[in-house]
């Protein structure tokens, strides 16, 4: 099953937030004649945690991997004490991963 990147984000953030989250969701897509306002690499879900820890989450359909400013945004929230989750599919389902268990 191929869940869409919509899906994956609203499933995230709905589960996140019954978890004590507070998240917000980030679209950089140029629109019109608006640009991006964001720089590259930012995660699509931000917030932080009930215990003010900031949480940055990225959707990731099967097949698509993470950019490298993508790589290099998260890596530096986690080593900053930052909360890092990769919404993806696992198995037909939605799935949360943690940035500890990634590999590359």
Known sequence: MDISANDLTKWAKKNLEYAGFRLNRVNNIPY??????????????Q????KGIYAAIEVKKIGDK???EQR????????????VYICTEIETKPALVEWSKMKF
């Open 32 to 45: 019109g004649k608006r640009k991006g306002t964001i720089q590259k690499g930012w995660a699509d879900l």
């Open 47 to 50: 917030g932080y945690s009930d």
């Open 66 to 68: 993470l950019s490298l």
């Open 72 to 83: 290099e945004r998260l890596k530096d929230i986690y080593e900053c004490g930052g909360i």
